[in-house]
C-alpha cells in the first residue's frame, strides 16, 4: 500500500485587528504634516543673542558711560544692532552715510526708522565716495580740473566718530557698526579674532556672532520692514554705485538712478559693460548651436 502524505500544515492566519483602517496616501501626507506642526509649535523660539554678544554690549555700555553711536546702513545688520543696543545704552546716536545725497527710496526708509524708534538719524556722506570722486572714478576727463578745483576732504568712518565725539562732548561713546561673521570670509576672520570689538578705534560689531536666523527673528519680533534696497540686490546701497544695484535701480527708482548720474555720469559705461559680459556667453552659445552665424 502507499503511504499516505502527511498533511500540510498551514499557519493559522491571525485575526484582523480592529480599529482605523489604513490611511490613504493624502491622509497620511496631512497627518505628517500636521504632525510637523504641532512639533513647531512646541520648539524653542530662536534666541535673540549669545553669551558674547551680551557680555560685549554690557562691558562696552559700561565703558561708554551708557552712550553710544550706530553707524546706520540701513542692512538687516545694523538694524539688528539699534534693537540689541537699546537693552544695554541709555542712549543711541545713530547717523547715516549717503552714497549719493536724497535717493528717495533711501530717504524713505531713513523716516520709517526714525518714525518706529523715535530718533532722528543722522545724515552725512560717505567718505569712501569723496575717495573715488578725487580718483575720477565714473568721471568724464573734462571734468578733472573742476574736481581737483574742490580740494575735497577724504576722511573715513574713524575721523566721522571723532568728529561726533567732539560734537556732543562724549569722548568716551564707543561707536557700534552691524558687521557681521556670516557676511563674508574676511570679516568672519576680521571679526573672530578681534572679538567684536576694536580698541583702538574704540569701535565695536554688537551682533557680530549671531546667526543669520537670530538677525531675520529679530527684525521680525517687532515686525519692522527691511528697506527697499533689497528689492534691487541682498545688501543696501554703501559706497560707490555698483553695478548689481544700478542694474534693477534704473527701472524699479528711475528718479534715483538719474541723481545717480549727475554725480557719476560714466555710471552708463559700467552699465554697458556688465551687460556686453553678460551677454557674451549667450551670443557664444549661440554660435556654438548654429542658431546665429558668425561673420
Known sequence: MAKKKAAKKLKPVPPKKRGA?????AEARKAKAEAREAAEAVKPAVILETDKSRSLCETISLESDGTCFLGFSRGKDSIAA???????????IPFHVATVPGLGFVDRSLAYY????????????????????NRMIYQPESDEAEIDDLELWTYNKHNILDLLR????IPNAWGAFGINMTDSLDRRIYVAQCQGRHDTWKTFYPCWDWTKEQILASINAVGLALPGDYLLASRTVAGTPSYRHIKRMRDMYPEDFEKITHMFPYVYAELARQEFREAMPRFQNAVKTKKIKAA
Open 21 to 25: 483602517k489604513p490611511l490613504k496616501k
Open 82 to 92: 539699534w534693537l540689541y543696543l537699546r537693552r544695554f545704552f541709555k542712549r543711541v
Open 114 to 133: 526714525e518714525a518706529f524708534f523715535q530718533t532722528p538719524v543722522l545724515r552725512l556722506m560717505d567718505g569712501d565716495v569723496i575717495k573715488d570722486l
Open 166 to 169: 567732539k560734537v556732543y562732548n
